[in-house]
């Protein structure tokens, strides 16, 4: 699901900035990047079995290579999905978040535009 209206979206950040603050808010630069894209992901366990919530924080370079740690990245859209194993996580907006994993995640995502914001002035 997309965690619209957050602020995040649109930012736009140095690299290096960027792994600083998230990695701050235990959020991990996922495998998943490469010379223009970037993905962050915070796991939040759960009590269902076999289930397991992640914030996907992604963003591209609009400006140098995330590859060698000189890109000025725009975030895009945050996303929360939900990993069932050993399927894989589902992004899609017909999957069943519990409130307070939502309520969570845009807690967090609040969290991370703040300290982006306090940067920029």
């Known amino acids: 699901m997309k965690l619209e209206n ?3 979206e649109d930012l736009v950040i140095d690299i290096k900035a960027l792994d600083h603050i998230t990695g701050k808010h235990a959020f991990i630069r996922a ?5 223009e894209r970037v993905t962050y992901d915070y796991r939040i366990d759960s ?3 076999n289930i397991t919530y992640y914030i996907r924080i992604q963003g591209y370079a609009i400006e140098g290579d995330v590859d060698r740690g000189n890109a000025i990245i725009k975030l895009m859209t945050p996303l929360l999905g939900k990993h069932y194993y050993p399927h894989g996580v589902e992004y899609g907006e017909e999957e069943n978040f519990p409130d307070d994993i939502v309520e969570r995640a845009n807690h967090l995502v609040t969290k991370l535009k703040t300290e982006i914001e306090l940067l920029k002035q």
Do not use: M
């Open 47 to 49: 009590s269902e079995k």
């Open 31 to 35: 495998e998943q990047w490469d010379y």
């Open 6 to 8: 957050t602020g995040l």
